[in-house]
Protein backbone atom coordinates (compact mmCIF):
# COMPACT_ATOMS: atom_id res chain seq x y z
CA UNK A 1 0.00 0.00 0.00
CA UNK A 2 1.17 3.51 -0.75
CA UNK A 3 -0.40 6.64 0.63
CA UNK A 4 0.18 10.09 -1.12
CA UNK A 5 -0.20 13.01 1.10
CA UNK A 6 -0.70 16.91 -0.11
CA UNK A 7 -2.00 19.93 0.91
CA UNK A 8 -5.64 20.76 -0.33
CA UNK A 9 -6.70 23.96 -1.36
CA UNK A 10 -6.37 27.38 0.64
CA UNK A 11 -8.32 27.76 3.12
CA UNK A 12 -10.11 24.27 3.14
CA UNK A 13 -10.60 22.56 6.74
CA UNK A 14 -11.65 19.15 5.56
CA UNK A 15 -9.59 16.01 4.52
CA UNK A 16 -10.27 14.19 1.46
CA UNK A 17 -9.41 10.44 0.57
CA UNK A 18 -9.08 8.44 -2.60
CA UNK A 19 -8.54 5.25 -2.42
CA UNK A 20 -6.82 3.34 -6.21
CA UNK A 21 -7.07 -0.34 -6.78
CA UNK A 22 -5.77 -1.92 -10.00
CA UNK A 23 -7.15 -5.36 -11.35
CA UNK A 24 -4.01 -6.50 -9.58
CA UNK A 25 -5.87 -6.14 -6.23
CA UNK A 26 -8.29 -8.98 -7.79
CA UNK A 27 -11.33 -8.90 -9.81
CA UNK A 28 -14.54 -5.96 -8.85
CA UNK A 29 -15.39 -7.59 -6.11
CA UNK A 30 -12.25 -7.78 -4.45
CA UNK A 31 -11.34 -4.26 -5.46
CA UNK A 32 -14.73 -2.90 -4.24
CA UNK A 33 -14.29 -4.69 -0.78
CA UNK A 34 -10.85 -3.46 -0.52
CA UNK A 35 -12.31 0.12 -1.24
CA UNK A 36 -15.17 0.20 1.36
CA UNK A 37 -12.65 -1.31 4.15
CA UNK A 38 -10.04 1.52 3.64
CA UNK A 39 -12.99 4.20 3.25
CA UNK A 40 -14.22 2.88 6.81
CA UNK A 41 -10.24 3.08 8.16
CA UNK A 42 -10.49 6.25 7.24
CA UNK A 43 -13.64 7.21 8.50
CA UNK A 44 -12.97 5.66 11.70
CA UNK A 45 -9.69 7.53 12.38
CA UNK A 46 -10.26 11.12 10.49
CA UNK A 47 -10.66 12.93 13.66
CA UNK A 48 -7.19 11.59 14.57
CA UNK A 49 -5.71 13.32 11.26
CA UNK A 50 -4.62 16.83 10.41
CA UNK A 51 -6.98 18.48 8.82
CA UNK A 52 -6.60 20.34 5.39
CA UNK A 53 -5.15 17.13 3.49
CA UNK A 54 -6.00 15.35 0.40
CA UNK A 55 -5.08 11.76 0.71
CA UNK A 56 -4.29 9.10 -2.31
CA UNK A 57 -4.26 5.47 -1.05
CA UNK A 58 -3.27 2.81 -3.23
CA UNK A 59 -3.28 -0.21 -3.21
CA UNK A 60 -1.23 -3.12 -3.82
CA UNK A 61 -1.75 -6.91 -5.34
CA UNK A 62 -1.65 -7.75 -1.65
CA UNK A 63 -3.77 -5.49 -0.40
CA UNK A 64 -6.86 -7.74 -1.65
CA UNK A 65 -5.98 -10.17 0.53
CA UNK A 66 -5.17 -8.65 3.47
CA UNK A 67 -8.00 -8.47 6.39
CA UNK A 68 -9.77 -5.50 7.92
CA UNK A 69 -6.93 -5.45 10.66
CA UNK A 70 -4.26 -5.89 8.33
CA UNK A 71 -5.47 -2.97 6.35
CA UNK A 72 -5.36 -0.85 9.19
CA UNK A 73 -2.44 -1.35 10.66
CA UNK A 74 -1.10 -0.80 7.78
CA UNK A 75 -2.71 2.62 6.46
CA UNK A 76 -1.79 3.74 10.11
CA UNK A 77 1.21 3.03 9.54
CA UNK A 78 2.09 5.06 6.82
CA UNK A 79 0.07 7.82 7.86
CA UNK A 80 2.25 8.00 11.31
CA UNK A 81 5.28 7.85 8.53
CA UNK A 82 3.84 11.07 6.93
CA UNK A 83 3.49 13.04 9.92
CA UNK A 84 -0.77 13.27 9.30
CA UNK A 85 -1.81 12.09 12.54
CA UNK A 86 -3.06 15.07 14.77
CA UNK A 87 -0.79 15.10 18.06
Known amino acids: MTLAVAPGPGGEDTTRIGII ?3 KT ?10 R ?3 EIFRRHQHDLKSGLWLV ?9 AS ?3 LE ?13 AP
Open 21 to 23: ASR
Open 26 to 35: GNAVVRNRTR
Open 37 to 39: RLR
Open 57 to 65: TIVGARGGR
Open 68 to 70: YRQ
Open 73 to 85: DEWLLLARRAFIL
